[in-house]
């Protein structure tokens, strides 16, 4: 089963931007759906954006307007664009390959 493993998390100031990466252990092409959730603290994991084979995209209404997801096969990487951060966004953020794969997780933090 494929491997997951996010990278690009940290320390954001209230309107900032970062960019996550899910590095995946084999070829994405081919999975149907790779997305990201995140999970504040305290809170469920949430599905806040996903990207699905033939490039088209779902974001969740909390997101939308400020997060982008994209892929890039030949790098077998998925990213999660995210801009004018909030404090509400802070959370363990989460990459997935058709919910069934899950990476180990990279912490957001936005705080002044």
């Known amino acids: 089963q494929v491997q997951l493993v996010e990278s690009g998390g940290g320390l954001v100031q209230p309107g900032g931007s970062l960019r996550l990466s899910c590095a995946a252990s084999?070829?994405?092409?081919?999975?149907?759906?790779m997305g990201w959730a995140r999970q504040p603290p305290g809170k469920q994991r949430e599905l806040v954006a996903q990207?699905?084979?033939?490039?088209?995209?779902v974001y969740a209404d909390s997101v939308k307007g400020r997060f982008t997801i994209s892929r890039d096969n030949a790098k077998n990487t998925v990213y999660l664009q995210m801009n004018s951060l909030e404090p509400e966004d802070t959370a363990v953020y989460y990459c997935?390959?058709?919910?069934?794969?899950w990476g180990q997780g990279t912490q957001v933090t936005v705080s002044a």
């Open positions: 990207s699905f084979r033939g490039d088209s995209t």
């Open positions: 084999e070829s994405i092409v081919n999975i149907y759906m």
């Open positions: 997935t390959a058709n919910l069934r794969n």
